[in-house]
């Protein structure tokens, strides 16, 4: 141990918890964040929470050919794809400096 050092110890293990609460807090906020996707000119939206959760899927009627599903589940696709990607960005805006602080990397999350 350091000569002196256990205030020193103690005053980083405050921070120490003060990160991981201020991480807790974000993630809970991002869970409840909700970010939308679309694909097709808005044709087809997507709602995902800031953690990547599908939790809506808006359909245009213009866009159901019953002909031709394929392309439909396309844009459903699609539009999932840019709600997550979203999502991702707005994880690595909240999270990314919270996880540097703690000096690593947050499993799960990517980065």
Do not use: W
């Not at 097709?40 to 002909?67: N, S, Y």
Request: without cysteine; negative net charge.
């Amino acid at each position: 141990m350091f000569p002196g050092g256990g205030a020193d110890m103690q005053q980083l293990l405050q921070q120490a918890q003060k990160m991981q609460q201020d991480l807790a807090q974000a993630q809970q906020e991002l869970a409840e964040t909700p970010v939308e996707g679309s694909a097709g000119g808005g044709l087809v939206k997507a709602v995902v929470t800031g953690t990547g959760e599908l939790t809506g899927l808006e359909i245009d009627p213009r866009a159901v050919d019953p002909e031709d599903t394929e392309t439909l589940a396309d844009l459903v696709l699609a539009a999932v794809r840019d709600a997550v990607a979203s999502a991702q960005q707005l994880q690595q805006t909240r999270l990314g400096p919270l996880a540097q602080g703690l000096g690593g990397s947050l499993p799960g999350l990517g980065f």
